[in-house]
């Protein structure tokens, strides 16, 4: 036994106790990193910043127009799946039938100003304007002025005329995929000062800047939980 623990050699790291050091420091650093970043990040995205020709739906609209966007939301989407299923559009007249604000005169439209609509259908897509309760051709008028929309065309319901105090006119833009195809993709709501405002000959966005109108931004459901709490500016 004594042989054998003569025979037994500690050889210890010369560089051991540096080697401590390093691992204590790195593990410091990185919860230094950790602390400073949980410290500076904001600790609530802020709303979207509107451009200079947009306008934020709940913090930028009056208590009409905001009751008016918040019904084009979801008509918007009403007409897309109408689209989609039938290739035809919603006709007002339709609209009376399945009581679709902000269209359908009851009580809401007549407290919201009685706002006077007109759909104006896309020169390019003149086979797809029946909406499907109706077989009247559709107004060649407004085709003539909604040749030059966007796209392959582009589907407005149109709202002016509002009696209601402070009140704008309003523009629901239905935008189409591309050639060939009659989907709707996307559907934007447009709001000018004026409630007697002109229909605009072209509804680019870039024309429509330029005769007054406004982009509404809506707000998702969170942000206007987090805005009434406010957490929000």
């Known amino acids: 036994m004594a042989s054998l623990s003569d025979a037994i050699t500690v050889v210890r790291p010369r560089s051991g106790r540096w080697e401590s050091l390093a691992l204590l420091l790195a593990t410091l ?3 230094a990193g950790v602390a400073g970043y949980v410290a500076l990040r904001p600790q609530k995205a802020g709303p979207p910043i509107p451009l200079s020709w947009q306008v934020r739906s709940f913090d930028g609209l009056g208590a009409v127009d905001q009751a008016i966007h918040s019904a084009l939301l979801p008509a918007g989407e ?19 039938k399945l009581l679709l604000p902000p269209f359908y005169r009851d009580g809401f439209w007549k ?33 003539q002025v909604s040749q030059a929309t966007q796209g392959q065309g582009a589907t407005v319901y149109y709202g002016a005329g509002g009696r209601a105090t402070g009140q704008s006119a309003y523009l629901l833009v239905i935008g189409h995929a591309h050639a060939g195809v009659m ?51």
């Open 29 to 31: 650093a990185v919860i």
């Open 78 to 96: 009403e007409i897309i799946w109408f689209n989609n299923d039938t290739g035809g559009w919603i006709t007002l007249e339709h609209a009376q």
């Open 111 to 143: 407290t919201h100003g009685e706002v006077q609509w007109q759909l104006i259908l896309p020169g390019t897509h003149q086979a797809h304007g029946l909406s499907g309760d109706a077989h009247a051709p559709a107004d060649p008028s407004a085709n």
């Open 183 to 233: 989907w709707a993709n996307q559907a934007t709501i447009w709001v000018h000062p004026d409630p007697n405002a002109p229909y605009p000959g072209i509804v680019k966005p870039e024309s429509l800047v330029g005769d007054g109108w406004r982009q509404v931004i809506p707000y998702d459901g969170t942000s206007e939980v987090e805005r009434v709490k406010g957490t929000q500016p």
